[in-house]
């Protein structure tokens, strides 16, 4: 059994450490204010899948190159073909889901949160005007 001292003592741990933690963001959030910290966005799981089916095509395309100069044969040309129809395959589908995924309603993304900020100021002029009328 913890006795009342023991949880004050740890309440006040927490406290400590809730402080601290509180400091910790308002020194970060200073310092990009200030331009010294930068945030860097992890890029989407789609674009980094897109660029390892990118770099592997690329890989096997250098390796048919090298493999046809060195051998004089050029059967290595069925991998070519196979792999720039994955490839524009790859790229067309990424295309479609980035475009699917970056709009709202019909419209881009970005321009939907732009207008929400409007849309919810009109709507609190409009409660405003109403009780004020």
């Not at 980094?48 to 050029?74: N, P």
Request: aromatic share 8%.
């Amino acid at each position: 059994m913890k006795t009342n001292k023991e949880y004050q003592r740890r309440l006040q741990e927490l406290d400590r450490m809730e402080r601290k933690i509180e400091l910790k963001k308002q020194v970060e959030d200073r310092e990009r204010e200030l331009g010294l910290r930068r945030t860097f966005k992890k890029p989407a799981w789609a674009k980094v899948m897109m660029i390892v089916m990118v770099l592997i095509c690329l890989e096997i395309i250098v390796y048919s190159e090298v493999a046809m100069w060195e051998r004089y044969d050029l059967s290595a040309l069925y991998a070519l073909v196979g792999v720039a129809a994955s490839l524009a395959a790859a790229i067309w589908a990424y295309c479609e889901k980035s475009k699917a995924e970056n709009t709202k309603g019909g419209i881009v993304y970005e321009k939907a949160m732009q207008e929400e900020p409007a849309q919810e100021l009109e709507t609190e002029n409009a409660d405003s005007e109403e009780t004020v009328g």
